[in-house]
């Protein structure tokens, strides 16, 4: 069964991001070259649909059809805030939607879901913890997909790593659920690889965010202690997303308006290919965010200082490597002047 909806997820996907390449092309959805974009032709989007649908048709059964099933009031809360979001970022992709209706999809789509999770048995007192980390997440999971195959790439990581926590702890629904997500990435990446021959598009990096906050959530509902391993899986997008947003708002900048300032924006602005910077957060998500995750899990009650160490080393590394490719592009600039 297991192997049944993990290839279901990805044929899916195939399927339709090929299908979205010539819709993409027909409407006219393409992202052209320009000063905030970091690829250099002109390249449809939206293809994060042949994710949607890939979840939209697995979600209901693997959660529900395994062992460690949920309510089915979760899994209505999950599916109607992924419709939403992905409906405000497929309208997005489409014609430009404004940023205030569109966060207010994506808080009334975590409010949903976040609701049905707290109905079955924790205080209200954690809505506004959730509402804050869906919401984050759905944006920094948009900002991040930026250069091709890194958002597929994270996803399938994190996804994957949220898996194996949950079947660590007897949880198989959720982790089949979680692994699909991951099945579904892998089938967009085959597209979205360098050099991609389409975008996810806000419809699937919006999508992806919330997917992966509902599973790590889900992940915290079921003891409290794993959000931390859960937290130090996605520890490269959240460092290089929250610095990146945190260093706008204190320099004055419209923090909300789109930019190339995040630091695998930088480091594709200074030479390195984009499968080369990928390449540089697979590096980092195998050799300290996997490892480091396992910690976490196998002694719980060490989790939160492990998880801040490892954010800790990932702000002085985003530090260092943010000053160089500044000091590189003064250099630069300095040596066109003269």
């Given at each position: ?111 949903g879901f976040s609701l049905a999770l707290l109905a079955t048995g924790l205080s209200i007192w954690w809505l506004p913890l959730l509402l804050i980390g869906g919401a984050w997440s759905i944006n920094l999971h948009n900002f991040m997909d930026g250069i091709d195959g890194l958002l597929a790439q994270q996803v399938m990581f994190v996804a994957s790593g949220l898996a194996l926590l949950a079947w660590a702890v007897a949880q198989p629904a959720l982790a089949l659920a979680a692994a699909t997500l991951a099945a579904a990435a892998l089938g967009f990446w085959y597209y979205n690889r360098s050099p991609a021959r389409i975008f996810m598009g806000d419809v699937g990096s ?133």
């Amino acid at each position: 069964m297991a192997i049944g909806w993990l290839f279901t997820a990805l044929l899916i996907t195939l399927l339709l991001v090929r299908g979205a390449i010539g819709y993409a092309h027909r409407r006219g959805m393409l992202d052209h070259p320009g000063q905030r974009r970091s690829h250099s032709l002109a390249t449809p989007r939206g293809g994060g649909i042949g994710i949607v649908v890939a979840m939209l048709v697995c979600l209901p059964g693997t959660l529900w059809s395994l062992p460690g099933a949920w309510p089915a009031s979760v899994i209505a809360g999950l599916l109607g805030a992924l419709v939403l979001v992905a409906l405000a970022g497929w309208w997005d992709d489409h014609q430009s939607l404004p940023v205030l209706p569109r966060f207010a999809a994506q808080l009334l789509a975590v409010f949903g879901f976040s609701l049905a999770l707290l109905a079955t048995g924790l205080s209200i007192w954690w809505l506004p913890l959730l509402l804050i980390g869906g919401a984050w997440s759905i944006n920094l999971h948009n900002f991040m997909d930026g250069i091709d195959g890194l958002l597929a790439q994270q996803v399938m990581f994190v996804a994957s790593g949220l898996a194996l926590l949950a079947w660590a702890v007897a949880q198989p629904a959720l982790a089949l659920a979680a692994a699909t997500l991951a099945a579904a990435a892998l089938g967009f990446w085959y597209y979205n690889r360098s050099p991609a021959r389409i975008f996810m598009g806000d419809v699937g990096s919006g999508s992806a965010g919330l997917l992966i906050f509902a599973f790590s959530a889900m992940l915290w509902r079921i003891e409290h202690a794993l959000l931390w391993p859960a937290l130090t899986l996605s520890s490269a997008f959240l460092v290089d997303a929250s610095l990146t947003l945190l260093t706008r708002m204190w320099r004055g900048r419209r923090w909300y308006t789109a930019h190339r300032e995040h630091l695998y924006q930088w480091l594709v602005r200074h030479g390195g290919s984009h499968a080369g910077v990928g390449g540089g957060y697979l590096a980092w998500n195998l050799l300290v965010a996997a490892p480091f995750t396992w910690l976490a899990w196998s002694h719980l009650e060490l989790a939160l200082p492990i998880t801040m160490l490892v954010y800790s080393a990932a702000a002085a590394l985003w530090l260092a490597l943010k000053r160089r490719c500044l000091r590189r592009h003064l250099s630069k600039d300095r040596h066109v002047a003269a």
